[in-house]
């Protein structure tokens, strides 16, 4: 009796403990879920179709040391990070399925021979994912996200980047150099929105789509192709003026280093007078261009991966990326613009708040990124197994190099020479 009575008691105890693990499980489940979105600050959001590729793990990884990261993605994912969160997409793709019928893919030139079912699709997604974020904040209650394409690698914090250097923005966009007319070029792969500008780009966008169609074929016309950078770019256009003052081409976004002369103007005088354009909040939002230098901060839209002469990355004692110079060399303006002042420059730092590993440089990324958490010692702190690895592996086939305390001391005499009268050149022509 008593060997039975001894088995019973510990059979009730292994289940009861099962029971209480499952429950604990349960409550931390629905507490996470519950409280995931409070007190956070800004959360950085990636948004994902299909398999999360290995480079976009080590970019989550490397977010989330200083932010809070969602990855809204049609998989089912689990992680120990406590930092990340993943949403899944079906929950915030109503109004996305909506937009999907009033959707036509544009493209002339190169473009029309490509594969239109593919090409097609990719764009719709595209479109669709600003769709599915505004879902996703109206549901969380958000008053501000910034969204990351998944080749974007954000190393700030945001919320700082963003609410105390940038508090007056209600959207953060890239806007570039416009080499011609129809360049359209207005990029969202690091962005911050509120939620009052978000509504307005979707509404934006939708009826750009249903009642102003021929303004977007004439894109297509000209040989290229709509894409949401398209519309980004036109939705900038539709919330600035000109005028004839001369600090007016500063307020509509002109570059300060431009390689093509008057471009961006034109570009910006010929799709704000000649293009038919839906109407837009103007009165209580504030567009701001990421690519705008503030307390020495930059988001970086493409080329900050750039290693030449006159443009290089270096990383500093904490871990952050910056570059020697006044702006970046493809869009945005330095915080001062009045000259000797704005000479002064040419020789500070300027940081990273995200680099933008475009195309064939994802190669890059995590390089880049393991560097940077071995260097700041939140390399051992990784969570994901795959990424741990992936870093281990880079650090052993002596892929990281030292840091550089000084940025000069990586360039010779000759090389700094040449960098300083390009950026002296630049700077004469821009002023």
């Avoid at 549901?139 to 940038?166: G, M, P």
């Avoid at 020495?296 to 871990?319: L, N, P």
């Avoid at 040419?346 to 195309?359: A, D, V």
Wanted: aromatic share 12%; net charge positive; glycine share 4%.
């Amino acid at each position: 009796n008593n060997k039975y009575s001894t088995i019973i008691a510990l059979l009730f105890l292994i289940g009861f403990n099962s029971m209480l693990c499952y429950s604990i499980g349960n409550v931390k489940e629905q507490n996470h879920d519950a409280i995931e979105f409070r007190n956070i600050g800004i959360p950085v959001v990636y948004i994902a179709f299909g398999s999360i590729p290995l480079y976009l793990k080590v970019a989550i990884a490397l977010a989330s040391r200083n932010n809070f990261v969602v990855v809204i993605t049609d998989r089912t994912l689990h992680t120990n990070n406590s930092f990340v969160h993943f949403e899944k997409i079906e929950r915030n793709f109503h109004n996305a399925s909506k937009f999907a019928p009033i959707f036509k893919h544009l493209a002339g030139g190169k473009f029309k021979n490509w594969d239109n079912n593919g090409t097609s699709l990719y764009e719709l997604r595209c479109i669709q994912r600003w769709f599915i974020l505004r879902d996703f904040m109206q549901q969380k209650a958000l008053s501000k996200v910034f969204y990351s394409d998944s080749d974007n690698v954000v190393y700030a914090n945001v919320t700082h980047a963003c609410e105390i250097q940038r508090p007056n923005c209600s959207s953060i966009i890239n806007i570039e150099d416009q080499r011609q007319n129809y360049s359209w070029v207005g990029a969202g792969e690091a962005s911050l929105w509120n939620i009052d500008a978000l509504n307005d780009f979707c509404t934006f966008t939708t009826n750009i789509y249903t009642h102003h169609l021929d303004t977007l074929q004439l894109k297509a016309e000209s040989g290229s192709m709509v894409v949401d950078m398209s519309i980004l770019w036109l939705w900038w256009v539709a919330h600035h003026d000109i005028d004839n003052a001369l600090t007016s081409k500063w307020r509509i976004g002109a570059p300060f280093f431009s390689r093509f002369p008057n471009a961006f103007e034109n570009a910006f005088k010929f799709a704000k007078l000649s293009l038919s354009l839906p109407q837009v909040n103007k009165g209580s939002l504030q567009l701001c261009n990421g690519m705008d230098v503030v307390d020495r901060t930059v988001f970086d839209h493409r080329h900050g991966w750039k290693m030449t002469r006159s443009y290089s990355i270096e990383v500093d004692e904490k871990g952050l990326p910056f570059m020697i110079g006044t702006a970046l060399s493809n869009g945005g303006q330095p915080e001062i613009l009045t000259y000797p002042a704005v000479h002064l420059l040419r020789f500070r730092r300027l940081y990273f708040n995200t680099i933008h590993y475009q195309g064939v440089n994802k190669s890059k990324m995590m390089e880049d990124i393991c560097k940077i958490m071995i260097l700041d010692g939140s390399f051992k702190d990784i969570k994901d197994i795959e990424v741990y690895n992936a870093c281990q592996n880079i650090a052993s086939m002596d892929m990281i190099k030292s840091k550089s305390e000084n940025h000069f001391e990586k360039k010779t005499v000759t090389t700094y020479i040449i960098g300083s009268l390009i950026r002296w050149l630049r700077i004469q022509l821009a002023i």
